[in-house]
T-cell receptor, first 111, second 115 residues
């Protein structure tokens, strides 16, 4: 079945620096790749997503890139702020109802 | 709109006890999901419901049952709780009814401890 690996598990950056989180997936049929942000004590919330017919997508300080050949996708956060501190999850879906999540990255942004 | 709501927020059970986790959404979504979240393992799908009256197994269904009571509500039942079911449980919903996978909206979670 599908497997999603996410790295690093913990990431600490200075405010204003960039943060990059990387994921790889195993099923070449995967066609939808969402990223979720989970703040302490809350449920995950979608921050950006990308479909397999697109190589890159950007939304203000957040961007996601997808390399279908390498089965690899990444989240880039620029100009990080303390409120970006949270756990981030990547995920992959082949369509349908089942989405496989990565193990999560805990991001600390130091002021 | 309240979005996705879950009750209770916290629960402690003894091994062998039963309980039902409740979930409701007010977004008129077709699909609903139950996940469990364990440290270092991300979210794993327990059961999902594509529409009212239908339910299907996810990745880790053993030890759980679900009921899609109506379009709004989707409950998760533990018939005989075990310590391995200690976890944080999230309910989610989405518009999805076939075709492209879409955004899932998550509730605030239920933290369950089984002693």
């Amino acid at each position: 079945g599908e497997n999603v690996e996410q790295h690093p598990s913990t990431l600490s950056v200075q405010e204003g620096d960039s943060a990059v989180i990387k994921c790889t997936y195993s099923d070449s049929a995967s066609n939808y790749f969402p990223w979720y942000k989970q703040e302490l004590g809350k449920g995950p919330q979608l921050i950006i997503d990308i479909r397999s017919n697109v190589g890159e997508k950007k939304d203000q300080r957040i961007a996601v890139t997808l390399n279908k050949t390498a089965k690899h996708f990444s989240l880039h956060i620029t100009e990080t702020q303390p409120e970006d501190s949270a756990v981030y999850f990547c995920a992959a879906s082949t369509g349908g109802f089942k989405t496989i999540f990565g193990a999560g990255t805990r991001l600390f942004v130091k002021a | 709109n309240a979005g996705v709501t879950q009750t209770p927020k916290f629960q402690v059970l003894k091994t062998g006890q039963s309980m039902t986790l409740q979930c409701a959404q007010d977004m008129n979504h077709n699909s609903m999901y139950w996940y469990r979240q364990d440290p270092g393992m991300g979210l794993r799908l327990i059961y999902y419901s594509a529409s009212e009256g239908t339910t299907d197994k996810g990745e880790v269904p053993n030890g759980y049952n679900v009921s899609r009571l109506n379009k709004r509500e989707f409950s998760l039942r533990l018939e005989s709780a075990a310590p391995s079911q200690t976890s944080v449980y999230f309910c989610a919903s989405s518009h999805f009814s076939g075709g492209y996978t879409d955004t899932q909206y998550f509730g605030p979670g239920t933290r369950l401890t089984v002693l």
